[in-house]
């Protein structure tokens, strides 16, 4: 059974870092595509960064500069470390594994191809 437990956020001014960490059991992320979701109140789901097997990245056009995703194989975790935050980062943020497509190694940033998912850690940006 894979399991992902985000931690790492938390309230922040604008200007701050955070960075959040994705504790993954029942799945090996070094052999699997990972990445890193947003969600704020009334809007849709969107992607944020993701990595691929090799270690390729992806990042949203938003995260490009400021956001850096990155995973340790032998923790076998998942980070996603945010700088610069603005107040229009303010979301829940996901982690997910696993993508439907298993033949699939490169990152990818859309939701509806992962198959696991956690239950998300809050990240409160104010002005």
């Known amino acids: 059974q894979v399991q992902l437990v985000e931690s790492g956020g938390g309230p922040v001014q604008a200007g701050g870092s955070l960075r959040l960490s994705c504790s993954v059991s029942g799945t ?8 890193w979701f947003r969600q704020a109140p ?10 691929g097997r090799g270690g390729t ?9 400021r956001f850096t995703v990155s ?10 470390e945010m700088n610069s935050l603005k107040p229009e980062d303010t979301a829940m943020y996901y ?8 033949w699939r190694a490169s990152a990818s940033l859309e939701g509806g191809q992962y198959k696991h998912w956690g239950q998300g850690t809050q990240v409160t940006v104010s002005s």
Not at 28 to 35: E, F, K, R, S
Not at 58 to 65: Q, V
Not at 95 to 102: E, I, M, Q, S, Y
Request: aromatic share 4%; hydrophobic share 35%.
């Open 57 to 65: 990245t992806s990042y949203a056009d938003f995260a490009k500069g």
């Open 28 to 35: 090996t992320i070094q052999t699997n595509v990972m990445g």
């Open 71 to 80: 995973k340790d194989n032998v923790q076998n975790t998942l980070s996603l």
């Open 42 to 51: 009334g809007k849709e789901r969107e992607g944020v960064a993701s990595i």
């Open 95 to 102: 982690c997910a594994a696993v993508l439907k497509n298993p």
